[in-house]
Antibody, heavy 116, light 112 residues
Framework: EVQLVESGGGLVQPGGSLRLSCTAS????????MSWLRQAPGKGLEWVAT????????HYVDSLKGRFTISRDNAKNSVFLQVNSLRAEDTAVYYC?????????WGQGTLVVVSS | DIVLTQSPLSLPVTLGQPASISCRSS???????????LNWFHQRPGQSPRRLIY???NRDSGVPDRFSGSGSGTDFTLKISRVEADDVGIYYC?????????FGQGTKVEIK
């Protein structure tokens, strides 16, 4: 069974940083691209970033480039999202997801709240 | 980027009756390999999304056959043949390839 478990969310002040983590199990991690997506309260789904199998190629939504960094550790079946210079509008549930010609599996999400 | 437009955005339905959601793309979603990577997700309140349909019309494992997907090019439809109480929530169409991924605005299905 595919499982994706996120962690690392929480309350952070504007301008702060967080490192979100996602641990995968139930599939061969090194064969898949992995993504982070987010959903602001009461809003729709937004793709944030994707990293290819070997970690060398990364894709970002243009509006977040420079503040968000995706990485992975294939030895630990994990993918990460470093989020810096956080703003109120970054408040959202952040989901880790597996890419298979489009997202197929999602984690349960981790909530990030940016507030003073 | 390709824009996906869903309609309606709100869909009150009667239990046991059919429901239909449209998803229109600003460009053809036929990829160079001949496939169309248009998927449908269902998100129940307080839960993460679950994929129902991939590549237009293929049901994921465990998805009831009440759900069906159809369409081609730029016009796609998700149909529920007989709505059950468990079907409430928000339905999203999404495209994977070609990059970047995009989502429709979501259609909220509720029971009348």
């Amino acid at each position: 069974e595919v499982q994706l478990v996120e962690s690392g969310g929480g309350l952070v002040q504007p301008g702060g940083s967080l490192r979100l983590s996602c641990t995968a199990s139930g599939f061969t991690f090194t064969k898949y691209w992995m993504s982070w997506l987010r959903q602001a309260p009461g809003k729709g789904l937004e793709w944030v970033a994707t990293i290819e199998e070997d970690g060398n190629v990364k894709h970002y939504v243009d509006s977040l480039k420079g503040r968000f960094t995706i990485s992975r550790d294939n030895a630990k079946n994990s993918v990460f999202l470093q989020v810096n210079s956080l703003r109120a509008e970054d408040t959202a549930v952040y989901y880790c997801a597996r890419e298979n010609w489009g997202v197929d599996y999602w984690g349960q999400g981790t909530l990030v709240v940016v507030s003073s | 980027d390709i824009v996906l437009t869903q309609s309606p955005l709100s869909l009150p339905v009667t239990l046991g009756q059919p429901a239909s959601i449209s998803c229109r793309s600003s460009q053809s979603l036929v990829y160079s390999d001949g496939n169309t990577y248009l998927n449908w997700f269902h998100q129940r309140p307080g839960q993460s999304p679950r994929r129902l349909i991939y590549k237009v019309s293929n049901r994921d494992s465990g998805v009831p056959d009440r759900f069906s997907g159809s369409g081609s090019g730029t016009d796609f439809t998700l149909k529920i043949s007989r709505v059950e109480a468990d079907d409430v929530g928000i339905y999203y169409c999404t495209k994977g390839t070609p990059w970047p991924p995009t989502f429709g605005q979501g259609t909220k299905v509720e029971i009348k």
